[in-house]
């Protein structure tokens, strides 16, 4: 049973670039949601997607957007990297309609903006 | 603003004895919440979780407790192991919100 996903693994861009992470999920899972952990930080919870759409967002700009494909993968694109965008970006899947079903983790990709 | 807190930073304890690790949190709306472990180099797994219908959910050697009142619960874990050793992340959520909030997370150390 494969589980969530995440390429690549690690990648380092400058400051002003723009980044594109890929996911897949779980395999029966439908709903994918992405999440920033900041060193020293718990992750923080930056959108959701389901059925293609946004469902909802986190306190995240504008710079940060997302796509979710007819297959449930989905991309977080980040334009104008900043600094502060160093971290590490964690995709989640779950059953969206199924009561307390717990999010599943990839391994998260490493971003290092210089 | 954090609205799940774990103050303690690290944890050590002794293989075979209690692991009890806290969170506190803010939110009342709140009414799921869950634990997490995560290994270096890896994401977060989950753990257990506990309905705010409930006060105590156990799950072989992990056991969470939840006291509303208080706005805090906890992870005992019974008997400690080395392979517990991992960064655990106390999370919270509303049902019908799409998103948890996190704590920093707690790092605890089982010395065999």
């Known amino acids: 049973d494969a589980g969530v996903t995440q390429s690549p693994t690690h990648l380092i861009k400058t400051r002003g670039q723009q980044v594109t992470l890929r996911c897949s999920p779980k395999?029966?899972?439908?709903?994918v949601s992405w999440y920033q952990q900041a060193l020293g930080q718990g992750p923080q919870f930056i959108f959701q997607?389901?059925?293609?759409?946004?469902?909802q967002r986190g306190n995240f700009p504008d710079r940060f957007s997302g796509h979710q494909f007819p297959n449930y993968s989905s991309e977080l694109n980040v334009n104008a990297l900043l600094l502060g965008d160093s971290a590490l970006y964690l995709c989640a899947s779950s059953l969206l309609y199924r009561e307390n079903s717990p999010l599943h983790f990839g391994n998260g990709t490493r971003l290092t903006v210089t | 603003d954090q609205q799940v807190k774990q103050n303690s930073p690290s944890l050590s304890v002794q293989e075979g004895r209690i692991s009890i690790l806290n969170c506190d949190y803010t939110n009342s709306m709140f009414d799921y919440f869950l634990w997490y472990k995560k290994y270096p180099a890896e994401g977060p797994t989950f753990l257990i979780s506990?309905?705010?219908?409930?006060d105590k959910n156990e799950d072989g050697r992990f056991t969470v407790f939840l006291n509303k009142s208080a706005k805090h619960l906890s992870l005992h874990i019974v008997p400690s192991q080395p392979g517990d050793s991992a960064v655990y992340f106390c999370?919270?959520?509303?049902?019908?919100?799409?998103?948890?909030?996190f704590g920093t997370g707690t790092r605890l150390t089982v010395i065999p």
């Open positions: 999370a919270a959520g509303s049902h019908g919100a799409n998103n948890l909030f």
């Open positions: 997607y389901y059925e293609e759409e946004e469902r």
């Open positions: 506990i309905s705010s219908i409930k």
């Open positions: 395999s029966g899972h439908d709903t």
